[in-house]
Protein backbone atom coordinates (compact mmCIF):
# COMPACT_ATOMS: atom_id res chain seq x y z
CA UNK A 1 0.00 0.00 0.00
CA UNK A 2 1.28 3.50 -0.96
CA UNK A 3 1.46 5.52 1.68
CA UNK A 4 2.77 9.44 1.94
CA UNK A 5 4.02 10.26 5.54
CA UNK A 6 4.60 14.63 6.29
CA UNK A 7 6.48 15.07 9.09
CA UNK A 8 8.41 18.37 11.01
CA UNK A 9 5.25 20.42 11.24
CA UNK A 10 5.14 22.15 14.84
CA UNK A 11 3.95 25.46 16.64
CA UNK A 12 6.38 28.18 16.50
CA UNK A 13 7.09 32.14 16.30
CA UNK A 14 6.94 34.31 13.75
CA UNK A 15 10.21 34.41 11.96
CA UNK A 16 10.85 30.72 12.80
CA UNK A 17 12.02 27.97 10.76
CA UNK A 18 10.39 24.55 10.21
CA UNK A 19 11.40 21.79 7.61
CA UNK A 20 8.35 19.84 6.12
CA UNK A 21 9.64 16.28 5.14
CA UNK A 22 7.63 13.55 3.02
CA UNK A 23 8.67 10.45 2.97
CA UNK A 24 7.13 7.98 0.85
CA UNK A 25 6.18 3.78 0.71
CA UNK A 26 5.45 1.55 -1.98
CA UNK A 27 6.54 5.17 -4.32
CA UNK A 28 9.20 6.02 -5.82
CA UNK A 29 9.55 9.69 -6.24
CA UNK A 30 11.89 9.45 -8.72
CA UNK A 31 10.24 10.78 -12.27
CA UNK A 32 8.13 12.24 -10.60
CA UNK A 33 6.40 15.41 -9.64
CA UNK A 34 5.72 15.85 -6.00
CA UNK A 35 3.56 18.93 -4.54
CA UNK A 36 3.04 20.65 -1.22
CA UNK A 37 -0.60 22.30 -0.69
CA UNK A 38 -2.08 23.65 2.29
CA UNK A 39 -5.31 24.24 4.23
CA UNK A 40 -6.55 26.59 7.18
CA UNK A 41 -9.47 26.34 9.23
CA UNK A 42 -11.95 27.88 6.74
CA UNK A 43 -9.95 28.68 3.43
CA UNK A 44 -9.59 26.67 0.30
CA UNK A 45 -6.76 24.63 -0.48
CA UNK A 46 -3.47 25.97 -1.76
CA UNK A 47 -0.91 24.77 -3.75
CA UNK A 48 1.67 25.88 -2.05
CA UNK A 49 4.74 24.34 -4.26
CA UNK A 50 5.98 21.36 -6.66
CA UNK A 51 9.20 19.88 -7.84
CA UNK A 52 9.52 17.68 -11.11
CA UNK A 53 12.46 15.33 -10.08
CA UNK A 54 13.27 14.21 -13.53
CA UNK A 55 12.94 17.95 -15.10
CA UNK A 56 14.04 19.95 -12.08
CA UNK A 57 10.19 22.34 -12.40
CA UNK A 58 9.84 24.20 -9.65
CA UNK A 59 6.87 26.16 -8.49
CA UNK A 60 5.98 28.37 -5.63
CA UNK A 61 2.54 30.25 -4.88
CA UNK A 62 3.60 33.80 -4.40
CA UNK A 63 3.05 34.17 -1.22
CA UNK A 64 6.04 32.18 -0.27
CA UNK A 65 8.52 33.19 -2.58
CA UNK A 66 11.65 34.10 -1.26
CA UNK A 67 11.01 32.24 2.02
CA UNK A 68 10.06 28.58 1.10
CA UNK A 69 12.48 26.15 -0.81
CA UNK A 70 11.13 22.62 -1.86
CA UNK A 71 14.28 19.94 -2.39
CA UNK A 72 14.10 16.58 -3.37
CA UNK A 73 16.40 13.95 -2.33
CA UNK A 74 15.68 11.02 -4.57
CA UNK A 75 18.11 8.23 -2.61
CA UNK A 76 15.84 8.73 0.30
CA UNK A 77 13.09 9.12 -1.50
CA UNK A 78 12.12 11.80 0.30
CA UNK A 79 10.82 15.53 -0.30
CA UNK A 80 11.36 18.78 1.55
CA UNK A 81 10.20 21.88 2.11
CA UNK A 82 12.32 24.26 4.25
CA UNK A 83 10.22 27.24 5.47
CA UNK A 84 12.17 29.96 7.08
CA UNK A 85 10.77 33.43 8.20
CA UNK A 86 7.25 32.08 8.98
CA UNK A 87 4.22 34.25 8.95
CA UNK A 88 1.34 33.56 10.91
CA UNK A 89 -0.35 33.34 7.82
CA UNK A 90 1.17 30.36 6.94
CA UNK A 91 -0.75 28.80 9.56
CA UNK A 92 -2.19 25.17 7.81
CA UNK A 93 -2.58 21.65 7.69
CA UNK A 94 0.16 20.74 5.25
CA UNK A 95 -0.38 17.93 3.02
CA UNK A 96 2.21 16.38 0.13
CA UNK A 97 0.45 14.60 -2.76
CA UNK A 98 2.01 12.54 -5.71
CA UNK A 99 2.29 12.42 -8.67
CA UNK A 100 1.31 16.04 -9.35
CA UNK A 101 1.49 18.29 -12.61
CA UNK A 102 4.38 20.91 -11.68
CA UNK A 103 4.45 23.44 -14.04
CA UNK A 104 6.03 26.91 -13.40
CA UNK A 105 3.34 28.21 -12.84
CA UNK A 106 1.06 26.51 -10.48
CA UNK A 107 1.18 22.58 -8.90
CA UNK A 108 -2.04 20.83 -9.65
CA UNK A 109 -3.29 17.36 -7.94
CA UNK A 110 -4.29 14.04 -10.34
CA UNK A 111 -7.26 12.42 -10.09
CA UNK A 112 -5.22 9.48 -8.98
CA UNK A 113 -2.61 11.05 -6.76
CA UNK A 114 -1.41 9.55 -3.30
CA UNK A 115 -2.39 12.48 -0.16
CA UNK A 116 -0.63 12.22 2.92
CA UNK A 117 -2.12 12.68 6.38
CA UNK A 118 -0.77 16.27 6.77
CA UNK A 119 1.54 17.57 9.65
CA UNK A 120 0.11 20.93 11.20
CA UNK A 121 2.01 24.32 11.27
CA UNK A 122 1.04 26.35 13.82
CA UNK A 123 2.72 30.10 13.42
CA UNK A 124 1.96 32.63 16.24
CA UNK A 125 2.75 36.75 15.90
Known amino acids: EVQLVESGGGSVQAGDSLRLSCAAS????????IGWFRQAPGKDREGVSC????????YYTDSVKGRFTISSDNAKNVVYLQMNNLKPEDTAEYHC??????????????????WGQGTQVTVSS
Open 97 to 114: AAPVLCSGDAVIRNEYDY
Open 26 to 33: EFTFDGYA
Open 51 to 58: IGTSDGII
